[in-house]
């Protein structure tokens, strides 16, 4: 079946340091690949998102590639900010559900 | 108002208890889901509803049951409460897209301790 793993944190950055969440996916076919943020307190909300290979997704200064070749959808932010502190989720979907990997919580420190 | 709105927020229970989450949204849209988060695990998936007459299970439906009251209503409830169901439950729906699935928008949770 379709399953999604993301690097475990939790990370701890300085204000403006380079952040990378890796994540890769398991799947049948050619779902479509989503990262969710939780920030404290909240529900998840999505960050961006891509339908096929090599697409580009990007929010926020947040960016991640659709890369089919190595399976993967790694979320990189070249600078983060104290407010990017939260909860990221890598996730994948089929026709009518999403799969979630475990998240990945990060503090930034300023 | 929030587009997906949880009840209650946060409910201590009892082992044994009948429980009760409700869920209803504004935005009109025909898919609804109920997921439960948990340290470490992310989030999986109970139940999803793609009307009003269709109900699935998801990968954890045991212990579980769920109520599509109308479009904009979706119940979950727990029969006999158990303390491993001490969790946080989200509520999500989502509109149809032109290809699978499209973004979900969850509501902010719904925190069950059951002791």
């Known amino acids: 079946g379709n399953s999604v793993t993301q690097m475990e944190g939790p990370v701890t950055l300085s204000e403006e340091a380079f952040l990378t969440i890796n994540c890769t996916y398991t799947a049948t076919g050619y779902p479509s690949l989503f990262w969710y943020v939780q920030y404290p307190g909240e529900g998840l909300q999505l960050l961006l998102k891509a339908t096929k290979a090599d697409d580009k997704g990007s929010n926020k200064g947040f960016e991640a590639t659709y890369r089919k070749e190595t399976t993967s959808f790694h979320l990189e932010k070249g600078s983060v900010q104290v407010s990017d502190s939260a ?8 026709d009518y559900k999403l799969s979630f990997g475990a998240g990945t919580t990060v503090t930034v420190r300023a | 108002d929030a587009d997906v709105t949880q009840t209650p927020r946060n409910r201590i229970t009892k082992t ?3 429980i009760m989450l409700e869920c209803s949204q504004t935005k009109g849209h025909d898919r609804m889901y109920w997921y439960r988060q948990d340290p470490g695990l992310g989030l999986r998936l109970i139940y999803y509803s793609f009307d009003v007459k269709d109900i699935n299970k998801g990968e954890i439906s045991d212990g579980y049951s769920v109520s599509r009251q109308a ?15 001490t969790a946080l439950y989200f509520c999500a729906t989502s509109g149809l897209s032109g290809r699978g699935l499209g973004e979900l928008f969850f509501g902010e949770g719904s925190r069950l301790t059951v002791l």
């Open chain 2, 16 to 18: 044994g208890k009948r």
């Open chain 1, 87 to 94: 909860v990221y989720f890598c996730a994948l979907s089929d």
């Open chain 2, 71 to 85: 479009q904009a209503k979706f119940s979950l409830s727990l029969e006999s409460a158990i303390p491993n169901q």
